[in-house]
């Protein structure tokens, strides 16, 4: 076979004409949606302009909270993952005993469903017969024992801290693979000048695994941006008034109410979020990218 055959541009057709008639035509037309009176109430459809986007930034409502909730969780998680999963790689990379084993407990979690893995928390975290609380009484230390998905100042982040025990062990493999497509002539070199382990992290491995770094980054933004069975299985936006709401159980509630306007405003918003704060994200994180 001829690697350097070049192929006529219409074989690429039938793939492109797929992606439009799937996933790029509904998107335009879901959006297209968000500026009419779309509903559950009513089989008649006019154009209203912004006034869903009005709805969605009026301070009168709650979606700016529920914005800046879905943002506050992207950010956090993505980053706890990145560290975590980071740590985990450099020392699942160094020569220890059973270590497939270790790397297969910290990956199995990620292989689980999201929302068999909500349904197990909502239980261990139950304020009275929980686990974990069981387990903080059973040594005496009942001031460790909290309402963890009940009480309006620790379910945020109880469901967060759900989501990084979760993905962690994903981000790791990558970053394992990283680490490990790293000559190992660099760390030759690097010891010969009398590098320690902080210097060839710094010098070495940390600028080659940019490129890895910037594909987690990226994959943890946009389940950030998207999340919603973790949340809706733990605490399903509570407790109280939208205090774990994030953006897409906030469109599943209006979509179930019959609000599909607002609900498809909604989505159309975090999309060019998503859009913006990607195309930047990426521009940074590869400006001093390192090529071997």
């Known amino acids: ?26 998107g335009v037309i879901g959006v297209c949606y968000s500026f ?54 450099l020392l699942l990379t160094k020569k220890i005993k059973l270590l497939n084993m270790h790397r297969g407990i910290v990956f199995m979690p990620s292989v689980l469903s999201t929302l068999i893995i909500g349904m197990i928390f909502k239980s261990i975290l139950d304020p009275k017969s929980g686990l974990l609380n069981t387990f903080f009484r059973s ?3 009942d001031f460790l024992a909290k309402k963890w998905l009940v009480s309006p100042d620790l379910a945020f982040g109880s469901v967060m801290a759900v989501d990084i025990w979760r993905g962690v062990g994903y981000i790791m493999t990558i970053l394992i693979a990283g680490i490990l497509s790293i000559s190992p002539e660099y760390y030759d070199a690097a010891a010969i000048d009398g590098a320690g ?12 695994l940019i490129p ?37 159980t906030a ?17 159309s918003v975090m999309f060019i979020i998503m859009i913006i704060v990607g195309y930047f994200m990426i521009r940074i994180m590869t400006r001093n990218e390192v090529v071997e």
């Open 1 to 26: 076979m001829n690697k350097r055959k070049i192929y006529p541009t219409y074989f690429a057709a039938g793939a492109l004409i797929i992606y439009f008639v799937l996933f790029f035509l509904p």
């Open 36 to 89: 009419t009176n779309w509903s559950a109430y009513s089989d008649e459809l006019h154009f209203v302009g912004f006034e869903n986007f009005k709805t969605v930034f009026s301070l009168d409502e709650n979606y700016l909270k529920i914005i800046m909730n879905t943002l506050a969780f992207t950010v956090i998680t993505t980053v706890m993952k990145t560290l975590i999963g980071l740590a985990l790689a």
């Open 139 to 141: 040594i005496g230390l």
């Open 197 to 208: 382990a902080w210097q060839k992290f710094r010098y070495i491995t940390l600028p080659l």
């Open 212 to 248: 890895t770094l910037t594909t987690t980054t990226v994959l943890n933004v946009i389940y950030g941006m998207k999340v919603f069975d973790m949340v809706y299985a733990l605490t399903n936006g509570g407790p109280g008034k939208d205090t774990t709401e994030v953006l897409y």
């Open 251 to 267: 469109v599943f509630k209006k979509f179930g109410t019959g609000q599909y306007a607002v609900g498809t405003a909604l989505s």
